[in-house]
Each structure stands twice: as structure tokens, then as C-alpha cells.
């Protein structure tokens, strides 16, 4: 179930964040720089952007490293990513990046935005439909 729909200036103050964070990326092979957002429901935001590596493969994408670092700091709850990309179009999380975040925060508002202010709001249940759930807790 979605948890309460952000306010604009909730959506303002995550995109702003991926924003900051979309500065970090390291994208010399693409070029794409991403910048995520991760709004946890105690109220803290955990950003997140791109690193590409030589062997493409272990590249790690904006959106996970926030979730990354969001899990790995004890966060267990959150309501909703903003991802930020130079692109015309606002751009979705890819496939891996989806699932990752379904994984671990369940049906989440999802925020994408251009850097030339272009943004969509959805929710991570409509992205990815039938999500794969192995249905285990580990906690």
C-alpha cells in the first residue's frame, strides 16, 4: 500500500536533493548523469547518483546507491525517490534499480524530473507491475 502522497514543496525539496546529488555522479563512459532522492519516513533524505565502472556490469546506478546507503544507515521505511537526469524526458529507474527499490520500500511514490524542471509522479507499483516477491522477512 502507498503511503501518503508527498506535498509539492515535499516533491520541490527531494528533487532538489537528487539534484545535489545528480553533481556527484561519474559517468565518463555514458554520460548520463543520474542523481536519486530517497525520502525515509522519519523525515531524512538519502541521495544517490551513478558511478560507472570500465566493466559495465558493476556500474551501480543513483537510485540503489540510495537505497544503499539509506539501509545501510538502519533506515527500514520510506515514501518516495526523486530521480533527476539531463535527459528532454523525464526518465524512470531501470529495470534493476526498480526492483532493488520495490525490495526494499515496497510501493513507493516515485518523482522524475529533467534538469529543465519537466516532472512526472507515479508510483513504483505502476512501473513495475507483479513485482517478483519472495515473500521472506529477514528481520
Do not use: H
Request: proline share 4%; net charge negative; aromatic share 6%.
Amino acid at each position: 500500500m502507498i503511503k501518503e502522497p508527498l506535498t509539492d514543496a515535499e516533491v520541490d525539496a527531494l528533487v532538489e536533493a537528487a539534484t545535489v546529488a545528480r553533481r556527484n555522479a561519474k559517468a565518463p563512459y555514458s554520460g548520463f548523469q543520474v542523481g536519486a532522492a530517497l525520502l525515509a519516513v522519519d523525515g531524512t533524505t538519502f541521495g544517490g547518483c551513478n558511478v560507472e565502472s570500465a566493466s559495465y556490469g558493476l556500474t551501480v546506478c543513483g537510485e540503489r546507491t540510495a537505497v544503499f546507503k539509506a539501509v545501510s544507515e538502519g533506515r527500514r521505511s520510506f515514501r518516495a525517490v526523486a530521480v533527476v537526469t539531463g535527459a528532454d524526458e523525464p526518465t524512470s529507474p531501470c529495470g534493476a534499480c526498480r526492483q532493488v527499490l520495490w525490495d526494499q520500500c515496497g510501493d513507493i511514490e516515485v518523482v522524475m524530473s529533467t534538469l529543465n524542471g519537466k516532472r512526472e509522479r507515479t508510483t513504483l507499483g505502476v512501473l513495475l507491475p507483479r513485482a517478483f516477491e519472495l515473500g521472506g522477512e529477514d528481520e
